[in-house]
């Protein structure tokens, strides 16, 4: 079995190093010259415009969560599209959007049709990541997403739609 060590041991020793090297160590930081006065109106509007699609705020995203107006089948192929990108990674892009797990994912990207994954956490993340790219680059609203606003003013329900019931009585 090893010797245990002494304590002194893992205390530096003052009396080796100079005095200047302590001091180098503790630095002071730089004076700026300019002043708060003299920033321009310019800048401030462009301290407004959010630098990336992170910076978007939806309205309802602190509150309840945003209305989808985009359905599955729609997501569905613009991932599809977003896959194609050269240097895309869907590891950093699920991380970025929510912390969405891979198998949610793979799940989501497997159903078919128009409501089928609605209640998958990707669907939303996905939308809302979409939506906040499509405000973000000032791209307007396709005549579908339009057709949905109109049609569904609360957006599409986040729940599967395979369930049916059934009456068979009087």
């Not at 985009?70 to 990108?85: A, F, H, N, P, S």
């Amino acid at each position: 079995m090893a010797p245990k060590r002494k304590s002194d041991v893992l205390e530096p020793s003052l009396v080796d190093c100079p005095d200047s090297t302590l001091e180098r160590a503790f630095k002071k930081p730089r004076a700026s010259d300019a002043t708060d006065s003299s920033s321009s109106s310019s800048s401030k509007a462009l301290s407004s415009t959010p630098r990336s699609w992170k910076d978007v705020k939806l309205e309802g995203e602190d509150e309840d969560g945003v209305p989808v107006y985009d359905d599955c089948g729609e997501v569905r192929r613009k991932i599809r599209l977003l896959q194609k990108t050269p240097g895309w990674k869907v590891t950093q892009w699920l991380r970025e959007i929510g912390g969405i797990n891979n198998n949610s994912y793979g799940r989501f990207m497997r159903e078919k049709g128009k409501t089928d994954g609605a209640s998958n956490g990707t669907y939303y993340a996905a939308y809302v990541y979409f939506e906040k790219v499509r405000i973000f680059e000032g791209k307007n609203k396709t005549a579908t997403r339009k057709n949905n606003e109109s049609s569904l003013p609360n957006g599409f329900p986040l729940e599967n739609r395979r369930h049916v019931w059934v009456f068979t009585g009087r």
